[in-house]
């Protein structure tokens, strides 16, 4: 790799940091949430460095310690998996037999205490994955947002249930069920919104959970472990700290998890799934890989695809299985296109998260610039060139963006997910060229589409969605707004999230039926009337 002095000398002096932004003294996470309890652990840790190095006086680059994680093994893991299975106790636990809306009000409460800690976890958010000030606080919010958004969603699916139903002499009462304990590992990427879009709806419909943080973005969790801990009956909430790669798959072999959410890679999914010895039991929400492409059309609005396809390609670095991780331009407008992006490309401000503007920052995986500087040269032998001036340039754990052209069937670039800074770029003559390319992909995430002409985008549309679960028209590839299904075709997900079908994917149908009689009226009559039951009840929450 080649490194650039001037990407080394954005690297601050630690004094130079603001100092509202400093880490003015590690995070030694001491506490395991197990049971109820907040345990204090002894045992080995693991230090928690961040991707933001520091210049030493000699000006030499310096790591900066922001804390330490348990490391824990499967004793630890089998403590926690083992309060969950109690707290859910086969569905009769506290948890899951209470109201909804008393579950609401815990979550509420947990929402509450979190969000008196907003400006902790933003600075940790911050500093352990380069998350720019402005994204980190977005991913924050966005998260408080979707909790509210979560609880009214629930309160209107319960309320739409809280009647009977008759039938061809049948009455019956639907409602949902919770499925049991919930095996929830994030990204690293959205270490915090994404783990809580599968955390949150799995807790509020009754589920118990086993919380696995990721790998970085981990210490962001110790400023809500107290709000876990009080906000919640005791075991429906636990933490686990360790090697994913031994723990995880042995809490699957117990065959005690009912749901494994899951927002990671598909190669990952496949052996989680395998290692459950009773699969028909198993639900899983998965979230996986992506290789989403951009197809810019002859007639495209070339500003509008270059500002989009800069926002898609390279927001958090190309961190995002959202991110458009390949470009299809059509040759004629090739040139044009290639010279303007490149230029805007090059226009990105570089730097720490906390400056003003920043668009690049430093990239947690410390083996991640290796990679793509490998994915570049495989290119590069095989035909391909950058085309930005300085790109695929480093410094540490700075990786200056590469637009790299043209890439074709046979360079890594072409059909791995790179997840980084770095574009491809390939051109195309026949709009079947483009279309096979998302035909022939493992991944059928989303696609954006960049055209005027109404009756082409028509008729590349039809097609397209049954490629993708979503088409994005003249608009960079997105979760948001989180409302909207979020969902994956062929290894790219199972199941579909959204604040609507998140609730339904971490929930069954459950019915309660009887014969349409005086005898089985009366009965459900004086049921209701008690208030005895949370499932019989026509209660309605406001």
């Known amino acids: 790799m080649k490194t650039n002095d001037a990407l080394k000398a954005l690297f601050p002096r630690y004094s130079d940091i603001p100092g509202e932004r400093q880490i003015l003294a590690p995070l030694h996470q001491k506490s395991l949430l197990v049971n109820g309890q907040l345990k204090i652990w002894n045992g080995e840790t693991r230090p928690v460095y961040s991707p933001m190095l520091t210049q030493g006086g000699d000006g030499a680059l310096e790591r900066v310690e922001i804390g330490s ?41 947990f929402t509450r205490q979190i969000l008196a800690k907003r400006s902790e976890i933003v600075n940790l958010l911050m500093w352990e994955i380069g998350k720019s000030l402005p994204d980190s606080e977005k991913e924050f919010d ?25 039938v061809d002499g049948t009455i019956g009462q639907i409602r949902r069920s919770p499925l049991g304990v919930t095996l929830c590992l994030g990204p690293y ?80 999914a496949d052996q989680l799934k395998k290692a459950h010895p009773k699969s028909n039991r198993l639900r899983a929400v ?35 299985c959202t991110a458009i991780k390949m470009i299809l331009v059509h040759q004629s407008i090739a040139e044009a296109f290639l010279r303007r992006f490149s230029e805007a490309v090059n226009a990105l401000k570089i730097g720490m998260p906390w400056e003003k503007g920043v668009m690049i920052t430093p990239l947690p995986d410390t083996e991640k610039c290796a990679y793509l500087t490998e994915c570049i040269e495989d290119a590069k032998a095989r035909g391909a060139r950058v085309i930005n001036e300085g790109g695929g340039e480093v410094a540490e754990t700075l990786f200056k963006p590469a637009v790299v052209f043209p890439v074709s069937e ?84 199972e199941g579909t999230l959204s604040v609507h079908d998140a609730l339904r994917a971490f929930s069954i149908r459950s019915m309660v039926a009887t014969k349409e009689t005086d005898a089985s009226k009366k009965l459900l009559d004086a049921i209701v009337q008690s208030n005895e039951s949370n499932f019989i009840n026509t209660r309605f929450i406001l």
């Open 410 to 493: 046979g360079m890594k670039l072409y059909r791995e997910e790179q997840f980084g800074p770095v574009v491809p770029v390939a051109p195309f003559e026949d709009i079947e060229d483009a279309l096979d390319y998302v035909i022939s992909s493992d991944y059928g995430q989303q696609v954006s589409l960049f055209g005027s002409d109404p009756h082409q985008i028509a008729a590349l549309v039809d097609p397209l969605v049954n490629q993708v679960c979503r088409v994005n028209l003249n608009c960079q590839c997105q979760r948001g707004p989180d409302v909207f299904p979020f969902a994956g075709r062929k290894d790219s997900a």
């Open 69 to 109: 994680l348990p490391v824990t093994g499967k004793a630890e893991a089998d403590e926690a998996l083992d309060a969950a299975v109690a707290a859910y106790d086969n569905g009769r636990g506290e948890w899951p037999t209470m109201s909804v809306a008393q579950r609401i009000a815990c979550v509420e409460d």
């Open 189 to 268: 990427n959205y270490p915090l919104n994404e783990t809580f879009t599968t955390l949150i709806p799995a807790l509020i419909m009754g589920n118990v959970v086993v919380i696995k943080p990721p790998k970085f973005g981990a210490l962001l969790y110790y400023p809500m472990l107290e709000a876990f801990r009080s906000a919640f009956p005791a075991g429906v909430v636990n933490t686990i700290y360790g090697k994913g790669s031994e723990l995880v798959p042995y809490l699957m072999g117990s065959g005690k998890i009912n749901v494994l959410a899951l927002i990671g890679s598909s190669r990952v």
């Open 286 to 320: 998965l979230g996986l890989d992506a290789k989403n492409a951009a197809i810019i059309l002859p007639d495209a609005d070339l500003d509008l695809a270059v500002k989009e396809c800069i926002a898609g390609s390279l927001s958090f670095n190309g961190q995002r």
């Open 142 to 166: 966005r998260t408080i947002v979707y909790i509210k958004d979560t609880i009214d969603a629930l309160k209107k699916l319960d309320n739409d249930n809280s009647r009977f139903q008759i």
